[in-house]
């Protein structure tokens, strides 16, 4: 099993873009088939070092973490999403 975790920084970090931003995120479940799980948090706290949101995405292997990477719905919909609003990110993957 794979963790892929993202913590995105936004460049508006505005309550309805986080929302927005967070449902974008979630509606990986259904439309994305090697997730095997996904968790979508918003930052309450705003601190200086804080990130806006979290992404977490459990995959079978490396295999379906690559097809994760070039599903369709996850480049077409929510990357060209992701690259419009956020102003960086950072990643860790890793096996359960």
Known sequence: MIKHIVCFKLKDNSEENCTKTADILKSMKGNVPTLLDIEVGV???????????????????EDKLEEYQNDAYHCDVVKKHMHSVMESSVAVDYIL
């Open 43 to 61: 930052d309450f706290l705003h601190s200086q070092r804080s990130y806006d949101i979290i992404l977490q995405v459990t995959l079978e292997s």
